[in-house]
């Protein structure tokens, strides 16, 4: 009798566990296809299979591809930096393969891309889990401050055109009615129901590792390393180089069609900004936030909503493919390089 009991509890366990898997893959699936639908509900797929194959000047398309390989590069010789302290060096090599495969990871599931990460280094090079996991948290809050500083900036200096297009457009702030009888006001609404439930996650998850002392101290090793690092100006610097890297990665696609060429440097970083703060939201790759970010921003430079869609649609898709074959790359690396050892 308590062995079936166990074994019923087992098997309830474990399909729970399946449920909590397939959620994860599931509801951010959903919601992005439920973001993009709204967003491109009304679009011309055959003009963007033209322009895609005639209307892109790939030059600088190409120019774009390749800081969005080097702002990895960048992250993989900064995380170096944070494992440095904690008497691990892994090679250089699997640093970058780790990193290009944590973004891939990421398509399938939000944000498993920074666990997995960790999990290619404890597996290639011998690297605590525990520790290496403390690093990226360390890592991350870096990022969060220079996200937060680079907004800062773009505000400065975008303010007063902010102004002036409500000014002498007449824009006004919509009544309720109107705000809850729009489809943005849902798609919204979505973006901060999908954050909350990544900070629930998180935070769940943070609860299961105060359930083992050794996992907490280790990862607290990891995210104080910050403070033993070799070279803090070395550290700054890909971390000022990583960010560059981002911003032309976007910033040069603006150049690859006409109707977005003479949006200048300040657009570019307002849609920047708004795209990196899209990305927050729990879907793959930012699928559908990213493109109502994006197109709402350049809309309020004077780009049509059917080229906004169009520059959105075209620049994920293909930054998106970028980060599979980066993925596959890495994958295949790892493998041949973990054969020959």
């Known amino acids: 009798m308590k062995n079936e009991e166990f074994n019923g509890g087992r098997t309830k366990r474990a399909h729970e566990g399946l ?8 509801l951010p699936l959903l919601l992005s296809a439920f973001i993009l639908y709204w967003v491109y509900r009304d679009f011309d797929f055959a003009q963007a ?13 190409c120019l774009s591809l390749f800081f969005g390989v080097w702002s990895h590069v960048e992250r993989a010789l900064r995380w170096r930096q944070t494992l440095e302290p904690l008497g691990c060096r892994p090679r250089s090599s699997h ?43 360390t890592e991350r809050l870096v990022d969060i401050l220079c996200l937060l500083l680079i907004t800062g900036a773009t505000l400065l200096l975008e303010l007063p055109v902010f102004l002036t297009f409500f000014r002498q457009t007449g824009t006004k702030i919509p009544s309720l009615v109107h705000l809850f009888g729009s489809p943005w ?7 901060v129901a999908g954050v909350v439930v990544l900070l629930v996650w998180l935070a769940r998850m943070l609860v299961v590792f105060e359930r083992v002392r050794g996992v907490v101290l280790d990862v607290w090793q990891g995210v104080m390393s910050l403070r033993r690092v070799r ?28 109707f977005t060429s003479g949006l200048g440097l300040q657009a570019g970083l307002v849609m920047f900004v708004a795209g990196a703060f899209a990305v927050i939201v729990p ?20 780009v049509s909503s059917a080229d906004a869609a169009l520059f959105a649609l075209l620049v994920h898709g293909i930054q998106t493919l970028l980060v599979i074959v980066l993925g596959l790359w890495g994958w295949l690396h790892l493998a041949w390089s973990g054969r020959r050892k």
């Not at 449920?19 to 599931?26: E, F, P, S, T």
């Not at 299979?49 to 398309?61: D, Q, S, T």
């Not at 890909?238 to 910033?251: A, D, E, G, N, S």
């Not at 879907?283 to 430079?301: E, Q, R």
């Open 283 to 302: 879907t793959p790759n930012g699928a559908g936030p990213w493109h109502f970010a994006v197109i709402t921003m350049m809309m309020l430079y004077g």
């Open 19 to 26: 449920y909590r898997n397939l959620a994860k893959v599931v």
């Open 95 to 137: 640093l970058v393969d780790a990193v290009y495969l944590s973004y891939a990871t990421s398509l399938v599931i939000p944000r498993v891309g920074e666990v997995s990460r960790c999990g290619v280094l404890s597996r290639c090079d011998g690297v605590p889990f525990s520790k290496s996991l403390g690093t990226v948290v």
């Open 231 to 258: 070279s803090v100006p070395l550290f700054l610097l890909h971390t000022v180089l990583m960010w560059l890297c981002y911003f032309l990665h976007f910033y040069l696609t603006l150049y690859c069609f006409p």
């Open 185 to 191: 006001f849902y798609v919204a609404l979505f973006c």
């Open 49 to 61: 299979a033209l322009v895609l194959r005639h209307g892109i000047r790939w030059e600088w398309m």
